[in-house]
């Protein structure tokens, strides 16, 4: 047991190595690393770069650090403009729960952002990997970090073949990780962990001849790198059928603003739900916006259908243009409501698969706006 024990230091101690000749070598041009110091800044990519692509968060976090320079701006921003800024990179409560924790960090922590893991962690949407890496990277605290990629190098260099969901094998990767800091080199190892993961130690394409850890991993030697990190078997994806109503009355257009909490919380959409057993998908329209809004409509014609994945299911979403039949509108099953114009609509957040409707809705009505000009032209000759 001691001879493994020695080994694996021995083996900790020339990856650590490795990785820091790499990293200062090789590293990733991102803008949150090299060019600022900020810890807020730090913060806001740690946040963005959860369940998105570097590449997503290069261009989102450029603008949403000119909208909201400092944790200040966005803590008194409103959260509509929050997740205006936010729109399209997808998993809102993110933003969210970084707006709430902005204004936390503006009430209890005098607008700066807290310097220990534990004060870290009281912050909303801040778990275990973003706070050990904003305190590792912004504050240079010796943390080890455990992400997605971090976890297939180790899982790979390592040969540690259980499953990395579990607790007691997460409890074994992060001793591991924590066996490659030296005093004052987390951001380092940290980084050049993450980095070797996205570029060279790849989920599916693993590119062992490029690797600077290729002559100690394990998983490699004996052959298994594509088999590490373990992967459980995946569930089936369940699909919905979902049917929405664009509605109108006095040419605007209904739209209503989901309830805060839960998927796509604070954003506007159009209002619709997913089709009961045997029930049409007209029905289902005129039957969820009379549950969310109070009010009666009657389908004219299909808009558009919609396809669209999200994390854990499918949709197939059916758009159909209504027309407002009766009643008065109440905000029932959402947050709020708005009957707005057709052009107003870039003015609100909405989520992706709504996106696709409001260009439906931009193409099938272009054609519309120049035959009202002629008509318009045609009433103007003849008053005068």
């Given at each position: ?185 987390a951001a380092v190892i940290n980084q050049a962990l993450m980095d070797l993961g996205a ?138 409501f708005q009957w707005v114009r057709l052009a107003e609509l870039d003015d609100y957040a ?35």
């Open positions: 047991m001691s001879d493994d024990r020695d080994t694996t230091k021995r083996r900790s101690r020339a990856v650590a190595a490795a990785l820091k000749a790499w990293w200062h070598a090789s590293r990733r041009d991102l803008p949150w690393r090299h060019r600022t110091d900020d810890p807020y800044a730090i913060w806001v990519s740690e946040v963005m770069l959860q369940q998105t692509q570097v590449a997503t968060v290069t261009d989102y976090y450029a603008r949403f650090l000119e909208a909201f320079p400092r944790v200040e701006d966005l803590a008194a921003a409103r959260l509509s403009d929050v997740l205006k800024a936010w729109e399209g990179m997808g998993y809102y409560a993110r933003a969210r729960r970084l707006h709430a924790a902005a204004r936390r960090i503006v009430a209890e922590f005098d607008g700066r952002l807290p310097r220990t893991l534990e004060a870290l962690r009281s912050l909303p949407g801040v778990g275990e990997y973003t706070a050990a890496a904003v305190a590792s990277i912004a504050f240079g605290l010796d943390e080890p970090v455990l992400d997605g990629n971090v976890t297939r190098v180790l899982a790979r260099v390592f040969r540690v073949r259980q499953d990395p969901r579990a607790a007691r094998t997460r409890r074994r990767l992060a001793k591991l990780a924590g066996s490659l800091i030296s005093p004052g080199q570029t060279v130690c790849a989920p599916r394409r693993p590119r062992c001849d490029a690797c600077v850890l290729r002559a100690w991993c394990l998983a490699a030697a004996h052959g298994e790198q594509h088999r590490l990190p373990r992967r459980p078997a995946r569930k089936p994806i369940p699909h919905y059928e979902v049917a929405a109503g664009v509605v109108w009355r006095r040419r605007r257009l209904l739209i209503d603003r989901r309830k805060p909490e839960g998927l796509l919380g604070g954003l506007w959409e159009f209002p619709g739900g997913k089709r009961q057993p045997d029930e049409t998908l007209e029905a289902a329209v005129v039957r969820e916006v009379r549950e969310e809004l109070g009010i009666d409509v009657r389908p004219t014609a299909l808009l558009t259908t919609v396809r669209h994945a999200y994390t854990h299911f499918r949709i197939t979403l059916h758009a159909f243009e209504c027309r407002y039949v009766s009643g008065r509108c109440r905000a029932i099953g959402c947050d709020a909405f989520p992706a698969a709504n996106h696709k409707i409001i260009a439906a809705l931009r193409e099938a009505h272009s054609a519309e706006a120049p035959a009202a000009r002629r008509r318009q032209s045609g009433r103007s000759r003849l008053r005068s």
